[in-house]
């Protein structure tokens, strides 16, 4: 009867942001694939071999609705599943207490309620992390090549959520080594099947690993990044004192756990403690020294498949403190359970999209161009405003030679999406464009300092500026000269 009513609670506590938010610049993205065509999903995916699955199950939820909340609906489903299945693999190696406590964490996180109300991969990566756990748990303990074959099968839909899921086969490796030889010759058999099953998306990322990396804009870690990093795990987009609040309780259940098995740490009641460390220790590793050496992927959504880990870390720690543990564990539950609720109240969730493409319409001179710094600000305020939309009315899909964009639409990392090259507008551009109508219309990230073509046109022209969460809207007009 527990879990049932925890699925509840996680549909409850991700309804608000799904219902109301306004859709995201990625989640734009999704929205304008689906009205593409499956044909048009599969042609786009070629060419960004990310996310398949995802987006196929986004795509009749988008093309047979325009909301983005019914959009939302395939994430919800997934975040709702991942609370069962994550009460199902815990119970394989824990207390059933245990595992009703990582599955009453998981139900409230930030992160994971986050993850419940965004029409992306994060939510379906969290479930297909967790049923990857739950089938070799399986195999592990005489399944048979039947839940092999799940588990391989499940590493690789999960890859096909995103790639960075298989960073959770490096911890996989400790209970199937724990398990002996015969272990770990199903676990390799099983992981030729996935790599089999992967080679067209390798394949492609091959192809395309001489481009520009698309996460250029996140910034490879040092040591002090480590413990904002789990900051953000723990409490998602949530003040900074409440995600410090959490690292803290987090760490003294944890040690206080690690001390009352003092003197027993080869024993066998250390090895649960163990697999849930390897859990989350493993991948944020790995994660990192990739970040450090090579393209950096540090950001949390993309290690989301180490969140149940940590929970079912938490619930452990506190079952071996008894009361002093479960005060601490409900302290970690209510902030988590407050930050989330807080979120989900939001009007219109961070970004605001609707609000600052509406900004742009209403302050739009006529016929005065309009310059996005990135190509996803445009998907997003065409989402909402059929004015910035694509020249043939259809959402616009960034990097894509099919999607007619309009001609007074400026896109200053056009034709790669979101590669962040030069910019933000600098004097010549601005000269340019208000040679055409002696307005102009700027849709950037807010800067700090002005870059120098806004500097230039304050001198000489009337500037208004309005910042929304991510946007600044800047418009210019009435200029006294371009010279």
Not at 46 to 65: C, E, I, K, M, R
Not at 299 to 305: C, D, I, K, L, N
Not at 356 to 366: C, D, G, I, M, N
């Amino acid at each position: 009867m527990a879990v049932p009513l925890l699925v509840a609670l996680a549909a409850l506590m991700a309804l608000p942001s799904v219902l109301s938010y306004d859709a995201g610049l990625d989640e734009a993205f999704v929205y304008a694939l689906t009205q593409h065509g499956l044909g048009g999903l599969f042609d786009q995916w070629t060419n960004d071999p990310q996310a398949l699955v995802p987006q196929l199950a986004a795509y009749p939820f988008g093309a047979t609705g325009h909301s983005v909340w019914w959009l939302r609906i395939p994430a919800l489903m997934a975040f709702c599943a991942a609370v069962v299945c994550m009460w199902w693999v815990a119970r394989q190696r824990y207390s059933s207490r245990v595992a009703l406590g990582a599955a009453v964490l998981l139900a409230v996180a930030p992160t994971a309620v986050t993850a419940g109300s965004d029409a992306r991969w994060v939510a379906m990566a969290l479930l297909i992390g967790l049923v990857s756990w739950g089938a070799l748990f399986r195999a592990l303990d005489g399944g048979g090549w039947r839940w092999w074959a799940v588990y391989g099968g499940a590493v690789a839909v999960g890859a096909y959520c995103n790639a960075l899921v298989v960073l959770l086969v490096a911890a996989h490796l400790i209970p199937v080594l724990w398990a002996g030889r015969r272990a770990v010759r199903g676990w390799i058999i099983s992981l030729i099947g996935t790599g089999l099953a992967l080679a067209p998306m390798a394949l492609l990322l091959r192809a395309a690993s001489g481009t520009t990396n698309p996460l250029v804009r996140i910034n490879a870690p040092d040591l002090q990044a480590i413990p904002g990093f789990f900051a953000r795990l723990l409490g998602g987009g949530s003040p900074g004192a409440v995600r410090q609040g959490l690292v803290l309780v987090v760490v003294l259940l944890v040690a206080g756990a690690i001390w009352s098995l003092r003197g027993q740490l080869r024993s066998a009641a250390v090895r649960p403690g163990l697999l849930a460390i390897a859990w989350v220790a493993i991948p944020v590793a790995v994660a990192f020294v990739i970040s450090v050496v090579g393209n950096s992927v540090w950001e949390a959504r993309y290690v989301v498949g180490v969140l149940p880990g940590i929970f079912i870390l938490v619930a452990w720690s506190a079952e071996r403190l008894g009361r002093v543990g479960i005060a601490g564990f409900l302290v970690v539950a209510a902030l988590m359970s407050g930050a989330s609720l807080s979120n989900g109240l939001r009007a219109t969730g961070e970004e605001r999209s609707k609000d600052w493409s509406a900004l742009v319409v209403k302050e739009r001179p006529p016929g005065a161009p309009v310059v996005f710094y990135e190509a996803e600000g445009v998907q997003g305020a065409g989402f909402y405003e059929p004015a910035l939309a694509a020249a043939d009315g259809s959402p616009i899909v960034p990097d894509w030679d099919t999607t007619p964009v309009p001609s007074d639409i400026v896109l200053l990392d056009n034709p790669a999406f979101d590669r962040l090259p030069d910019g933000p507008p600098d004097v010549a551009l601005v000269k340019r464009l208000l040679g055409r109508t002696g307005s102009l219309m700027l849709v950037i990230r807010p800067p700090d300092p002005e870059p120098p073509g806004i500097a230039w046109a304050r001198a000489r022209c009337a500037v208004t500026r309005n910042d929304i969460p991510y946007v600044a809207v800047v418009r210019i007009t009435e200029c006294r000269s371009l010279g």
